[in-house]
DNA sequence: CTGTTAGCGCTTTCAG
DNA sequence: CTGAAAGCGCTAACAG
């Protein structure tokens, strides 16, 4: 490994010139400059981050942790989040927290131990994460008042209820996976609330409820929501089981616009969020924190977007199969 | 932040028999280290992973670059990975190769810029990671001879051609997603294969062929095997638009057991891979690497599992649809 | 404009 | 068994 010593020596001059030099604090000539940058690119100067770190007591890396690195979003944001990171010569160190409050928060002690500067957390559901000595950014829903930034999930629901309400249906059922997340609730909330009085809405929860929906579906409901694609795709199962197509004889919407979302049939109306703009505004936050300033804009909210697709339509009339 | 100074100046004895008592390196007395432990828990003392890291020349941090972080397979290598990981103390660092070689190559040395004491590396497609000067695992496939663990790609394609002969399809067409993948050629090798000169088949690739697909089953065919659960999903469209059932007209496979795969309908049969095997093997090879020795069985195999589910059935004797 | 000194927190000889 | 000293690579403060 060479060193801003070996530089020094080569160069004739003292390290801490070199370090002036290479990192541009002024103070040194401009022809000085060049010479030092020369011989360090041709020494194959790579400088040591370690050393760096210890020196101003940042490590120039930040945490990320994820409720199950499984969630079908993670990939896009950590994704997105490493892109804007390293353009600012950061590193993202991930963290699970393995679908378990207590190791959300063994994984935030971890990762400051290793001396992360900040944290993106995206909490577990129903265990807020405590606070923690460095900044943190929460990536969670805008009902939570000590988020930090978040996907709006109410306006979705909305937007994706007001589709459904405007084509027509009257009488919707809307299906749940887990009555503890919050991010689930809300969506719903949004639901339930554009509908408000006009249309008659049933919602139901997990797999459990399945078979209730089935029954909803028959008794005349003319369209199914769900908070999450893969839901949709299980729904979708069960309708088409049950002799019901899609979207003939009842829509069928979805959320979060995973890849299946278009590669299943009929391609599922849904809603999509704006993953990139949520992982950059987190990281501003952090950073902006990092380096002294108050956080930009806390609790913001990104808009999410509808997609429309091919499994909703009009309702159809039909007759009822109940006597 | 409290430091090992603090401590020996409480206890009063020197920095370097803290660090001693600490590490475990023997050479203190036994009472002695409770002392010291005692007051370093009480001064809640957490060591400087910078320090030892500048004083060590290891950071004890592992850098894993995929090519696309929206890889299906991402979530699940990396919660193993981290899992694994962080039980040895040790930090993961994402790197992003952004579906491009080129990048790929960058995210390697920033990785390595950030002094990163091993590499886990999954391959862009048609783009090997040049050498490191860091240990490296590459996660890879099997045909590939620098490949250090890997799934058996083409053992799995066999695996669920048996499965496939087995029920008694004597005309197949596979599909595969992209020529250029090296893991979805070994799959695809390993069904032609096995099916060798018992099976009729035919290999088709990505979605423009997507058409002649349907044209062969209408010739036909009376299974087809994909080389991803998301392009089984695609096909079940298509079949489906087209008039076909699954599987009672025709069975469909897929491959990687993606959540999709049970929430769809009929539930895919596919092929698994041991993921948690892969990335704990991969960790060990680094590991091991980083510690001098040399890396324990290169080239490594993990098995594939076939999980057979409600898209594969004996094939039914049918019409000709074509004059 | 440049150099010297000092020290970030830790471990590792080498003496005591 | 314990301590003193040195140094990992870098930068900030203070001379020159």
Redesign the pocket.
Known sequence: ????????KE?????????????G?????????DRIQAVAKELG?????????????QTGILGLVMPDLTNPLFPRIAQQLSIAADAQGLGILIGDSRGNPDEQSQALHRLVDRGVDGLLVVPQMGAFPEPQPVPTAIIHTASDPRNSVSGDHAGGGSLIARHIAGLGHKRVVILGGDRVSEVQQDRIAGMVQEFATSVETRVLWGEDELSDLITAVSDGATAVMTTSDLLALRVLSHLTRSGFSVPRDVSLTGYDDLPLAWAMHPALTTIAQDVPQIATRALEIVTSLINGNSAPSQGEMVPMRLVIRQSTSKPNPRQESNP
Request: proline residues 5%; hydrophobic residues 40%; without cysteine.
């Open positions: 490994m060479v060193s801003i010593k070996e530089i020094a160069v004739g001059v003292s390290p801490a010139t070199v370090s002036n030099a290479l990192t604090k002024g103070r040194v000539s401009s022809q000085m400059i100067y790579r400088p040591s981050l370690a050393g760096r770190a210890l020196q101003r007591g």
